[in-house]
């Protein structure tokens, strides 16, 4: 099956420092991925689509200047949380969009990304 | 607004027992039907899709149902395991992927 990676798995920040989180589609192509936040005992909550080549398009109440998504090529996508703070500190999963086979739009995750900030 | 119910929360089974897990949504305009499989501070595993047009999928001890009229989805497994216990996720795709909240599954040896 189509195997999606994040780096890192788990990260450590201090508060007001920056953090990049990414996600690579290893053998498959993703015109589009998906960040995710997930807290405890909760449904994972949709942070924001990537588009290949364009603007990322953000979730209500997600804020674009803090959740920055680049998604440069087809295999790679990134997120970088700006000037964390503790409140960050989350479980962030990444998936990516495969629709090989015609029109199953199946999407694969990653292994997920625990960020502490302190 | 799209919402996603899964029953029970958590459950607790001897091994060797079948079980059904169940999910619930309340807009049938759905693209797809997904189960997923998270270990704890884990990813997740795609188990079963079930397009929109199907009504079941199976993979090995593992067998899903979509009634999209109802609005509900069942995932059976047969011959419960201890390495079957994890949290199950069932997702329906309308543009986006609707998560439930999962239903923590325990295996007893």
């Known amino acids: 099956g189509a195997v999606v990676s994040q780096h890192p798995s788990r990260v450590i920040c201090k508060s007001g420092t920056s953090v990049k989180i990414e996600c690579r589609s290893l053998d498959f192509q993703a015109t589009t991925m998906f960040w995710y936040r997930q807290f405890p005992k909760k449904s994972l909550m949709l942070m924001a689509t990537s588009n290949e080549g364009s603007k990322a398009t953000y979730e209500q109440g997600v804020e674009k200047d803090k959740f920055l998504i680049n998604h440069a090529s087809l295999t790679l996508s990134t997120l970088t949380v700006t000037s964390a703070h503790p409140e960050d500190s989350s479980f962030y999963i990444c998936?990516?969009?495969?629709?090989?086979?015609?029109?199953?739009?199946?999407?694969?995750f990653g292994p997920g990304t625990r960020l502490t900030v302190t | 607004k799209q919402e996603v119910t899964q029953i029970p929360a958590a459950l607790s089974v001897p091994e060797g027992e079948n079980l059904v897990l169940n999910c619930s949504f309340t807009d049938s305009a759905i693209y797809n039907l997904q189960w997923f499989r998270q270990d704890p501070g884990k990813g997740l595993t795609s188990l079963l899709l079930?397009?929109?047009?199907?009504r079941e999928q199976t993979s090995g001890r593992l067998n899903a149902s979509l009634d999209k009229s109802s609005g509900r989805s069942t995932l059976y497994i047969a011959a419960s395991q201890p390495g079957d216990s994890a949290t199950y996720l069932c997702a329906v795709k309308e543009g986006n992927l609707i998560f439930g909240k999962g239903t923590k599954l325990s295996v007893k040896p």
């Open positions: 079930i397009q929109s047009s199907q």
């Open positions: 998936s990516a969009e495969s629709t090989s086979g015609g029109s199953s739009y199946e999407q694969y």
